[in-house]
T-cell receptor, first 113, second 118 residues
Framework: AQKITQTQPGMFVQEKEAVTLDCTYDTSDQSYGLFWYKQPSSGEMIFLIYQGSYDEQNATEGRYSLNFQKARKSANLVISASQLGDSAMYFCAMRGGASKIIFGSGTRLSIRP | GAVVSQHPSRVICKSGTSVKIECRSLDFQATTMFWYRQFPKKSLMLMATSNEGSKATYEQGVEKDKFLINHASLTLSTLTVTSAHPEDSSFYIC??????????????FGPGTRLTVL
């Protein structure tokens, strides 16, 4: 069975600071993918970053980077130089062999000016 | 980028009525579509996987007769909530991928439909 765990229900960060959102996962699949999505109050799911289980380098997309620790089964999202517009719910997700994506419980990030 | 639309964005209905939600891939053909349900301040829960031209695969605990899913074409999947009750009130989100093999990082989400059952 696959499982995604996000242990931080909410976080407050000062604007311009970096923030790390934690995510651990569990799967018996050898090949899998890890995602991070942002969901603002409008409800839309915004894809941020993707990491394949066989990717040797950590994924980066602009201010977003994924700290992939395969042995620890963690896939933390790092947002550098946070902005007020980063305030939202953030979901870690995993795609396994069955192609479907399962989501963690989410972390609500609030950026303070 | 690929765009997925949902219609309606909001719907309010009376208890006992049926509601149909459409999910469309606007600029690509979606061989697979997924339907999620999200309660307030909660995560997305996968309800079913819909493949074009075949029956949907429902997740454990999801009532097939309650949530009817049809994927009649490569650009349209519909979710019908039959005989809706207040506990069916939720945010329903669909997503679409081009092909099963390439769905690793090509799953595009619709904007969601907020259903309120009175």
């Amino acid at each position: 069975a696959q499982k995604i765990t996000q242990t931080q229900p909410g976080m407050f960060v000062q604007e311009k600071e970096a923030v790390t959102l934690d995510c651990t996962y569990d799967t018996s699949d050898q090949s899998y993918g890890l995602f991070w999505y942002k969901q603002p109050s409008s409800g839309e799911m915004i894809f941020l970053i993707y990491q394949g289980s066989y990717d040797e380098q950590n994924a980066t997309e602009g201010r977003y980077s994924l700290n992939f620790q395969k042995a620890r089964k963690s896939a933390n999202l790092v947002i550098s130089a946070s902005q007020l517009g980063d305030s939202a719910m953030y979901f870690c997700a995993m795609r396994g062999g069955a192609s479907k994506i399962i989501f963690g419980s989410g972390t609500r990030l609030s950026i303070r000016p | 980028g690929a765009v997925v639309s949902q219609h309606p964005s909001r719907v309010i209905c009376k208890s006992g009525t049926s509601v149909k939600i459409e999910c469309r891939s606007l600029d690509f053909q979606a061989t697979t579509m997924f339907w999620y349900r999200q309660f307030p301040k909660k995560s997305l829960m996968l309800m079913a996987t819909s493949n074009e031209g075949s029956k949907a695969t429902y997740e454990q605990g999801v009532e097939k007769d309650k949530f009817l899913i049809n994927h009649a074409s490569l650009t349209l999947s519909t979710l019908t909530v039959t005989s809706a009750h207040p506990e069916d009130s939720s945010f329903y989100i669909c997503s679409a991928s081009r092909s099963l093999e390439r769905s690793y990082n090509e799953q595009f989400f619709g904007p969601g439909t907020r259903l309120t059952v009175l």
